[in-house]
Protein backbone atom coordinates (compact mmCIF):
# COMPACT_ATOMS: atom_id res chain seq x y z
CA UNK A 1 0.00 0.00 0.00
CA UNK A 2 1.33 3.42 -1.16
CA UNK A 3 1.75 5.77 2.21
CA UNK A 4 1.08 8.54 0.27
CA UNK A 5 -2.61 7.65 -0.95
CA UNK A 6 -3.13 7.06 2.41
CA UNK A 7 -1.85 10.46 3.37
CA UNK A 8 -4.52 13.17 4.54
CA UNK A 9 -4.32 16.25 3.09
CA UNK A 10 -2.29 18.19 5.55
CA UNK A 11 0.40 15.46 5.28
CA UNK A 12 0.78 15.86 1.82
CA UNK A 13 0.94 19.89 1.90
CA UNK A 14 3.67 19.87 4.05
CA UNK A 15 5.74 16.66 2.21
CA UNK A 16 5.42 19.14 -1.11
CA UNK A 17 6.31 22.25 1.16
CA UNK A 18 9.67 20.31 1.73
CA UNK A 19 10.30 19.53 -1.53
CA UNK A 20 8.67 15.49 -1.98
CA UNK A 21 8.00 15.48 -5.71
CA UNK A 22 5.83 12.01 -5.31
CA UNK A 23 4.19 13.95 -2.50
CA UNK A 24 2.97 16.68 -5.61
CA UNK A 25 2.38 14.19 -7.74
CA UNK A 26 -0.26 12.38 -5.01
CA UNK A 27 -1.82 15.96 -4.64
CA UNK A 28 -2.63 17.06 -8.30
CA UNK A 29 -4.30 13.06 -8.87
CA UNK A 30 -5.94 13.63 -6.03
CA UNK A 31 -7.46 17.03 -6.80
CA UNK A 32 -7.38 17.28 -10.17
CA UNK A 33 -10.97 15.93 -11.04
CA UNK A 34 -12.41 18.31 -8.30
CA UNK A 35 -10.53 21.05 -10.74
CA UNK A 36 -12.22 19.83 -13.44
CA UNK A 37 -15.60 19.40 -12.30
CA UNK A 38 -15.77 23.06 -11.53
CA UNK A 39 -14.62 24.00 -15.18
CA UNK A 40 -17.50 21.81 -16.14
CA UNK A 41 -20.10 23.30 -13.85
CA UNK A 42 -19.18 26.59 -15.25
CA UNK A 43 -19.25 25.47 -18.83
CA UNK A 44 -16.05 26.14 -19.96
CA UNK A 45 -14.39 24.78 -23.05
CA UNK A 46 -12.03 22.26 -22.90
CA UNK A 47 -9.40 24.90 -23.46
CA UNK A 48 -10.43 27.22 -21.45
CA UNK A 49 -11.06 24.45 -18.70
CA UNK A 50 -7.15 23.19 -19.33
CA UNK A 51 -6.00 26.88 -19.00
CA UNK A 52 -8.16 27.41 -15.24
CA UNK A 53 -6.79 24.04 -14.17
CA UNK A 54 -2.78 24.91 -15.09
CA UNK A 55 -3.32 28.21 -13.66
CA UNK A 56 -5.15 26.96 -10.69
CA UNK A 57 -1.98 24.56 -9.79
CA UNK A 58 0.13 27.73 -10.28
CA UNK A 59 -1.89 29.78 -7.71
CA UNK A 60 -1.20 26.71 -5.61
CA UNK A 61 2.73 26.79 -6.10
CA UNK A 62 2.23 30.80 -5.64
CA UNK A 63 0.76 30.09 -2.01
CA UNK A 64 1.98 26.77 -0.49
CA UNK A 65 4.24 28.52 2.05
CA UNK A 66 0.96 30.96 2.61
CA UNK A 67 -1.82 28.49 3.54
CA UNK A 68 -3.56 29.10 6.23
CA UNK A 69 -5.05 25.36 6.71
CA UNK A 70 -3.28 22.92 5.08
CA UNK A 71 -5.76 20.28 5.64
CA UNK A 72 -8.56 22.12 3.39
CA UNK A 73 -5.98 22.12 0.79
CA UNK A 74 -9.02 20.86 -1.59
CA UNK A 75 -11.70 23.81 -0.52
CA UNK A 76 -8.80 25.90 -1.54
CA UNK A 77 -8.06 24.68 -4.75
CA UNK A 78 -11.92 24.60 -5.59
CA UNK A 79 -12.14 28.10 -4.55
CA UNK A 80 -9.21 29.24 -6.94
CA UNK A 81 -10.55 27.06 -9.60
CA UNK A 82 -14.02 28.94 -9.47
CA UNK A 83 -12.10 32.52 -9.31
CA UNK A 84 -9.79 31.42 -12.46
CA UNK A 85 -13.06 30.38 -14.11
CA UNK A 86 -15.07 33.60 -13.45
CA UNK A 87 -11.90 35.35 -15.12
CA UNK A 88 -12.00 32.76 -18.27
CA UNK A 89 -15.63 33.62 -18.77
CA UNK A 90 -14.97 37.68 -18.25
CA UNK A 91 -12.30 37.18 -21.01
CA UNK A 92 -14.19 35.17 -23.07
CA UNK A 93 -17.00 37.74 -23.00
CA UNK A 94 -14.81 40.14 -24.95
CA UNK A 95 -14.07 37.52 -27.69
CA UNK A 96 -16.28 35.62 -29.50
CA UNK A 97 -14.84 32.08 -31.25
CA UNK A 98 -16.68 30.12 -33.89
CA UNK A 99 -17.62 26.59 -32.80
CA UNK A 100 -16.50 23.93 -35.66
CA UNK A 101 -17.63 20.53 -37.25
CA UNK A 102 -14.78 18.92 -35.67
CA UNK A 103 -15.90 18.96 -32.55
CA UNK A 104 -18.81 16.81 -33.66
CA UNK A 105 -17.49 13.24 -32.27
CA UNK A 106 -18.11 10.36 -34.47
CA UNK A 107 -20.22 7.11 -33.18
CA UNK A 108 -19.92 3.60 -33.96
CA UNK A 109 -23.30 2.40 -32.54
CA UNK A 110 -26.00 1.55 -34.83
CA UNK A 111 -27.88 4.07 -36.25
CA UNK A 112 -31.17 3.69 -34.64
CA UNK A 113 -29.82 3.32 -31.29
CA UNK A 114 -27.54 6.29 -31.43
CA UNK A 115 -30.40 8.21 -32.85
CA UNK A 116 -32.80 7.73 -30.09
CA UNK A 117 -29.84 8.14 -27.36
CA UNK A 118 -28.98 11.56 -29.24
CA UNK A 119 -32.60 12.43 -28.77
CA UNK A 120 -33.09 11.40 -25.41
CA UNK A 121 -29.65 13.04 -24.38
CA UNK A 122 -30.76 16.12 -26.59
CA UNK A 123 -34.04 16.56 -24.42
CA UNK A 124 -32.33 15.86 -21.02
CA UNK A 125 -30.15 18.83 -21.74
CA UNK A 126 -33.19 20.93 -23.15
CA UNK A 127 -34.27 20.60 -20.10
CA UNK A 128 -31.56 21.14 -18.06
CA UNK A 129 -30.83 24.36 -19.72
CA UNK A 130 -34.41 24.98 -18.11
CA UNK A 131 -32.80 24.74 -15.07
CA UNK A 132 -31.46 27.94 -12.99
CA UNK A 133 -27.97 28.47 -12.98
CA UNK A 134 -27.00 27.47 -9.59
CA UNK A 135 -28.82 24.18 -10.16
CA UNK A 136 -26.72 23.56 -13.18
CA UNK A 137 -23.90 24.52 -11.75
CA UNK A 138 -24.27 22.22 -8.50
CA UNK A 139 -25.82 19.15 -10.77
CA UNK A 140 -22.77 19.42 -12.62
CA UNK A 141 -20.43 19.38 -9.79
CA UNK A 142 -21.59 16.36 -8.24
CA UNK A 143 -21.96 14.08 -11.68
CA UNK A 144 -17.85 14.72 -11.32
CA UNK A 145 -16.12 11.26 -10.91
CA UNK A 146 -14.58 10.83 -8.25
CA UNK A 147 -17.42 13.42 -6.96
CA UNK A 148 -16.19 15.87 -4.85
CA UNK A 149 -16.46 16.11 -0.98
CA UNK A 150 -19.76 18.39 -0.01
CA UNK A 151 -16.97 20.66 1.52
CA UNK A 152 -14.84 21.27 -1.74
CA UNK A 153 -18.58 21.75 -3.58
CA UNK A 154 -19.64 24.16 -1.10
CA UNK A 155 -16.53 26.16 -1.09
CA UNK A 156 -16.72 25.67 -5.43
CA UNK A 157 -20.01 27.17 -4.81
CA UNK A 158 -20.40 29.52 -2.17
CA UNK A 159 -23.40 27.39 -1.17
CA UNK A 160 -23.53 25.95 2.94
CA UNK A 161 -22.65 22.04 3.09
CA UNK A 162 -26.19 21.62 4.87
CA UNK A 163 -28.12 22.52 1.82
CA UNK A 164 -26.14 21.19 -0.82
CA UNK A 165 -28.15 17.95 -0.54
CA UNK A 166 -31.70 19.24 -0.26
CA UNK A 167 -30.58 22.09 -2.79
CA UNK A 168 -30.02 18.86 -5.33
CA UNK A 169 -32.86 16.73 -4.48
CA UNK A 170 -34.84 20.00 -5.29
CA UNK A 171 -32.83 20.57 -8.79
CA UNK A 172 -33.71 17.00 -9.70
CA UNK A 173 -37.00 17.20 -9.21
CA UNK A 174 -37.21 20.47 -11.41
CA UNK A 175 -35.34 18.70 -13.67
CA UNK A 176 -38.08 15.67 -14.02
CA UNK A 177 -40.62 18.01 -13.66
CA UNK A 178 -39.17 20.35 -16.67
CA UNK A 179 -38.37 16.71 -18.77
CA UNK A 180 -41.95 15.46 -17.99
CA UNK A 181 -43.59 18.86 -19.43
CA UNK A 182 -41.64 19.14 -22.32
CA UNK A 183 -43.04 18.97 -26.07
CA UNK A 184 -41.82 15.52 -26.03
CA UNK A 185 -41.85 14.03 -22.45
CA UNK A 186 -39.04 12.00 -21.21
CA UNK A 187 -39.45 8.17 -21.74
CA UNK A 188 -36.88 6.05 -19.47
CA UNK A 189 -35.33 3.52 -21.81
CA UNK A 190 -36.58 -0.01 -22.07
CA UNK A 191 -35.01 -3.00 -20.98
CA UNK A 192 -31.99 -4.05 -22.77
CA UNK A 193 -30.96 -0.59 -24.53
CA UNK A 194 -28.43 2.16 -23.16
Not at 3 to 27: I, S, T
Not at 57 to 70: N, T
Not at 171 to 179: A, G, Q, Y
Request: charged content about 30%; hydrophobic content about 45%.
Amino acid sequence: MDPLAEADARDLVERVRDGDNEAWVELTDRYVSLLWSVARSMRLSEADAADAVQTTWLRLVEALDSLRDPARVGSWLATTMRRECLAVLRRRARVVAAEGWDQIAGDTAALDEALLRRERDAALWRAFKGLGPRCQSLLRMLMAEPAPSYAEVSAALDMPVGGIGPTRRRCLDNLRKIMLAGAHPFEAPSAGSA
